[in-house]
């Protein structure tokens, strides 16, 4: 079976003090793995695509990173706006396309 | 532009009452999911449909039925809504070739009393 930890449940940060947020994951042939941005009352919001171990993505003050076990989504000089809750998944190859999804991370940045 | 349309926003249902939740998505995507959404439990993934006339089931199917008849529609019914059914139901859709590159609707949040 699939399983997605991600670590802190929560992180509190003032504004520009750097840090990451862990995903560690248990999977039989990652197909993928995805992290997403989700705010207070809303759907989940899509922001990068892990394939293989070694691949880095970039967006802005975020860049996501992955080794065979775990991603890492750093978040370098955040800002306030940065405050969500940001998840991760991972998709099995042979698993019909489903998405396993970890509990998330909530960040909160404060100015 | 609309994307991913889910209806209604909120939602109170009586034990045993049933009601179908909407979600209409305006890019031509074959992959469409239905998830909830529990404190400390994460998104949890109840059923998907990879293209028109084709369903599965997730990884919590019980009480919930879903169809599609069509590329736009995926609609999810309750048939007897429980009290443990109090969640807030997100619809997704995607490319098959990139499912994990999901399109989010806005959620319902339903209460069932």
């Known amino acids: 079976e699939d399983q997605v930890t991600q670590s802190p449940e929560a992180l509190r940060l003032q504004e520009g003090e750097s840090s990451s947020l862990n995903c560690s994951y248990t999977?039989?042939?990652?197909?993928?793995l995805f992290w997403y941005r989700q705010d207070p009352g809303k759907g989940p919001e899509f922001l990068f695509t892990?394939?293989?171990a070694g691949e880095e993505k970039e967006k802005e003050r975020l860049k996501a990173t992955l080794t065979k076990k775990e991603s890492f989504l750093h978040i370098t000089a955040p800002k306030p706006e940065d405050s969500a809750t940001y998840l991760c998944a991972v998709q099995a190859y042979g698993a019909n396309s489903k998405l396993t999804f970890g509990k998330g991370i909530t960040l909160s940045v404060r100015p | 532009n609309a994307g991913v349309t889910q209806t209604p926003k909120f939602q109170v249902l009586k034990t045993g009452q049933s009601m179908t939740l909407q979600c209409a998505q305006d890019m031509n995507h074959e992959y469409m999911s239905w998830y909830r959404q529990d404190p400390g439990m994460g998104l949890r993934l109840i059923h998907y449909?990879?293209?028109?006339?084709?369903?599965d089931q997730g990884e919590v199917p019980n009480g919930y039925n879903v169809s599609r008849s069509t590329t736009e529609d995926f609609p999810l019914r309750l048939l007897s809504a429980a009290p443990s059914q109090t969640s807030v139901y997100f619809c997704?859709?995607?490319?098959?070739?990139?499912?994990?590159?999901?399109?989010f609707g806005q959620g319902t949040r339903l209460t069932v009393v």
């Open positions: 449909s990879v293209g028109a006339g084709i369903t």
């Open positions: 999977v039989s042939g990652l197909r993928g």
């Open positions: 892990l394939y293989s």
């Open positions: 997704a859709s995607s490319y098959f070739a990139a499912v994990g590159e999901a399109f």
